[in-house]
């Protein structure tokens, strides 16, 4: 464990701590697959695994296929899922866009952000390119990780009340870090990889507060702009050495001084094993709420029709998400009454369940108070639904975190479930490759997958 | 002129304006050749020129070259300058590096900014793509200077003192606008785009202080993100219509917001025939200083072994440009005395004239000062030399802002000598189809000035 990097310097105020980036590319360009705990490379399997299905699924979305037919595929042998084959730099661009349009990407609580889909089209399209090993592959993506999770926790909650998206900003060091592992081969390298890539990290929130495509793009963006770092890198292409700390930086340019107070996060910790997988293709924050009420539903005989109100008691966050009246199915993504209404009505919340309308009725049943309580529940996700029949009958569920957090995680098999169920008729006996391809090519991995 | 759209709102403090991103659509949208005062059109000519020249030679320089050898030209047929064709996206993203890499392209003082390395990629490359005509090509680079401009003029001082580099974000939305207004027809389509582009703005001064060729990268980054969120809005992909003033938008995220205390600017004013045109291909902030030597060497007779001492008394920012070591040619870019003294010695301040070495023990003998009384002259760049020969004599010259800005403009001579001086060899009377080819798809002018 000699290798594993500590950055112990902590950012507080206008102090900033220095060598950031360096001692991040340390990292990165040391990181190989023995350094890494079992259970890292466990979840990075299982990451991988959830994003392949995401994103098969998110391929034939909207927001995908206008993509597709904006940029086009390209030419050359890089996957474009769900599509066939075009170029390296287009398929970071396209696969990013669709695993995270479905808003059913993994994330990390506490970097506030969904790593998955910004890192490994990086990692991919690298990997296809240069003939790395599926093990080459998997170290990358654990590299890639740790570089965004990482930023992400020294630059929240400040970054995020700015305005900014943490996923396109951080996704950015993130996809770099990935693409650099697999291309570069010193340490310079991949601090100028990253040095180029800070200097590309973008995304606003108020494309995901207006409920439109772009905040689809800012993975798609994040994986393209990383992998085109690294490459840039390799080619000798210089970028600043100080461009996390420094003081025209990110951390100065794009956080509230003060919104990092705590200790600084570390390197090294393997923050992978904390990201979270989703079941539900609506915001993380509502989760909790379903996950609730899909228990009471689970464990009680009842019809939509008898319900006469529904409470939902949670934290303040969840609670904002109060649209009634959604206009997009990106904004009905972003409600919770709306979402909770289509599971109550329905007994589920899959992706079609999202796009075959909804029913005003329903959630105007919904009512939604923020318990103070929960509000002291820190890095939780605390949710109480109460649903009071027309019978008088009462039922209630709590949940303080949603399903699929490291403390409650899907095992491979849910995750495989998740993938039939967005992906009806794949063969998903050819998943196994997953956990058994190491020493194959990443090409030959993706032919298998897509059933060659 | 009823169709000029100028927006009064105020952006000061926390309140910020509505409808800014929808009104710049408008303009955009609405704007034709017919509505731009002759002034405007003929300022934009001569920065395509301008850009031609700089972009040529740009072209084979290091960072291009690098950036061209790590993504390939890709395959179509959008002009990659100086080396063929290839892929649009590509060729925008490459002909913005070729165009700043040299510190040689236009700029606007106000704005803080340098417009044309990223408008008119990503105009040059949607035109070339759609077989727009060399007109509708114009009136694209007009819209695209208004609207980064507008942008750069909005945000700073606030936005640079953060640490963003102007040309890569406000860049972006210049390049949209120029863009869109080729490629989109509606206006809805045009906010899409500005949308989708300004949650891609980006670009951190770090990577120019620390001299790396990532600042080159942003004008390529900007270029082709604006060039892609056009393409993607033609293909009904959103964007957040509120994207500007919005309450997690770009101001709120990317400017300090006491940093914008004026008058807001307005758009329809025809920005672009503010744009400076630069002769030296060092930082703008020592022009003035250069310009007042290069007088004086034309003016006197005398050699460089002569001079005892060189004192230049100017305003803050120039003086601060100060490294009497710059490590890389970037650097020199950005140092006063090296650049100076090399003026000084060889009577000439060309490409190659930075690239062949400096004598340190000339720019030892400069000694710079900041003149409180130049601070009061807002807005101005002013800038005393003084040399002192070894004979006593004593020869000076002043200058309150250098050659080529709106007050003092280059000609069209002008602009084709500097062309002729970074591309010997290149057969200046093409340059005349500029003038001429109106009618013309921009895909024939292009084969015409690359000499077919």
Request: proline letters at 4%; glycine letters at 10%; a negative charge.
């Amino acid at each position: 464990m000699g290798r594993f990097i500590t950055i112990t310097v902590i950012f507080k105020g206008n102090i900033v701590g220095s060598m950031m980036t360096r001692r991040l590319a340390e990292f990165v360009s040391s990181l190989s697959y023995s350094d890494i705990p079992p259970d890292a490379t466990e979840m990075a399997r299982l990451c991988f695994l959830d994003f392949l299905g995401v994103a098969l699924r998110g391929s034939s979305e909207m927001s995908g296929l206008m993509a597709l037919g904006a940029m086009g595929k390209g030419s050359g042998g890089a996957t474009i899922i769900g599509h066939g084959r075009g170029d390296t730099e287009r398929a970071a661009l396209l696969n990013g866009i669709f695993a995270h349009n479905l808003d059913l990407d993994d994330g990390h609580r506490g970097a506030q952000m969904h790593p998955g889909s910004c890192v490994i089209p990086a990692a991919l399209a690298a990997a296809e390119a240069t003939g790395a090993t599926f093990r080459d592959f998997i170290t990358a993506m654990v590299a890639g990780y740790e570089a965004a999770i990482f930023m992400g926790i020294l630059a929240n909650p400040g970054h995020r009340e700015l305005g900014f998206h943490t996923t396109g900003t951080c996704g950015t060091f993130g996809a770099a870090a990935a693409a650099s592992r697999i291309i570069c081969s010193d340490v310079d390298a991949v601090v100028n990889a990253l040095g180029i890539a800070g200097t590309q990290a973008a995304g606003l929130l108020e494309s995901d507060h207006a409920g439109t495509m772009a905040k689809h793009l800012h993975a798609g963006r994040a994986a393209q702009s990383g992998l085109i770092s690294a490459r840039l890198a390799f080619h000798g292409f210089t970028g600043a050495e100080s461009v996390i700390e420094g003081d025209e930086g990110f951390l100065r340019a794009m956080c509230r001084s003060d919104g990092y107070g705590g200790e600084a996060p570390e390197v090294g910790a393997f923050h992978i094993r904390n990201v979270y997988l989703k079941r539900y293709p609506v915001c993380r924050h509502l989760h909790s709420t379903l996950d609730a009420a899909a228990e009471i539903i689970r464990e009680n005989d009842f019809r939509a029709s008898e319900i006469e109100e529904v409470i939902v008691s949670t934290y303040r966050i969840a609670a904002e998400h109060d649209s009634y009246s959604p206009a997009t199915v990106e904004a009905v993504r972003q409600s919770l009454p709306v979402s909770l209404g289509i599971l109550l009505e329905g007994g589920e919340l899959r992706v079609e369940d999202l796009e075959g309308g909804f029913s005003p009725e329903m959630a105007s049943r919904i009512r939604i108070e923020v318990d103070p309580d929960m509000e002291e529940l820190r890095n939780m996700r605390p949710s109480r639904v109460t649903v009071r029949l027309r019978n008088g009958e009462v039922l209630t569920a709590y949940r303080e975190l949603p399903r699929g957090e490291p403390e409650e995680p899907y095992t491979w098999d849910d995750i495989v479930e998740k993938f039939r169920e967005l992906n009806p008729g794949y063969e998903t006996e050819r998943l196994e490759v997953i956990k058994e391809a190491d020493q194959e090519p990443v090409a030959e991995v993706m032919l298998e997958l897509s059933g060659r």
